[in-house]
């Protein structure tokens, strides 16, 4: 059972563009949402968090939108640029730093020019 | 931010060899570590997680006796992959929380590669 769905597994946009990687949950114990960026040949960096008590959180040009109701949350990357090409893992957490992250399947971005 | 390093980044060994990787956090304790192991293209699949001083708590299906998890030190874990055969090549990465509701850092990665 995937506790976290995340769509699309690719995604391609044109520089300038507006990035949409969207996730879903099942597990309403879930209480932190973090999202990763990873570049080939390296470890996951985290990229922008959320918790359920807040809708959306803004980081530059990093927007995570949380919608509690409907256990789903989402990174939106404006402006996107070919440095933002890379992989994205939505992930879900119960309670603090010591337990593990659930992540998502990842999503491969390509931002062409 | 906070930084974790893990060493080597890439290793090629022979076959029935133990091959042992180090997780640091390294500016901050992290009473527990995570390793993971991740293939081409694919999420990271958890390991074990590892609370200093305890043993590690393992995953449905990893054998705990090729995969040796120590975490002696608020700041060091090491997983020891022994007699490793050319199906445990992957990339292993850990990842190091210290509770309070902090993120986990994740280090760069390591690259094994058994022939």
């Known amino acids: 059972q995937q506790q976290v769905k995340q769509s699309p597994q690719s995604l391609i946009v044109q520089k300038g563009g507006i990035s949409i990687i969207n996730c879903a949950y099942e597990n309403t114990a879930f209480d932190y949402f973090p999202w990763y960026q990873q570049f080939p040949g390296k470890g996951p960096a985290l990229l922008i968090a959320i918790r359920p008590d807040v809708s959306e959180k803004k980081e530059g040009r990093f927007t995570i939108s949380f919608n509690k109701s409907a256990k789903q949350f989402s990174l939106h990357i404006m402006d996107s640029q070919p440095g933002d090409s890379a992989t994205y893992f939505c992930a879900a957490r119960i309670g603090k730093g010591n337990t593990p992250l659930v992540f998502g399947k990842g999503t491969r971005l390509s931002v062409i020019a | ?115």
């Open chain 2, 1 to 115: 931010g906070a930084v974790v390093s893990q060493h080597p980044s890439r290793v090629i060994c022979k076959s029935g060899t133990s091959v042992k990787i180090e997780c640091r956090s390294l500016d901050f304790q992290a009473t527990t570590m995570f390793w993971y192991r991740q293939f081409p293209k694919q999420s990271l699949m958890l390991m074990a997680t590892s609370n200093e001083g305890s043993k590690a708590t393992y995953e449905q299906g990893v054998e705990k006796d090729k995969f040796l998890i120590n975490h002696a030190s608020l700041t060091l874990s090491t997983l020891t992959v022994t007699s490793a055969h050319p199906e445990d090549s992957s990339f292993y990465i850990c990842s190091a929380g210290h509770g309070g509701g902090q993120p986990q850092h994740f280090g760069d990665g390591t690259r094994l590669s058994i022939l």
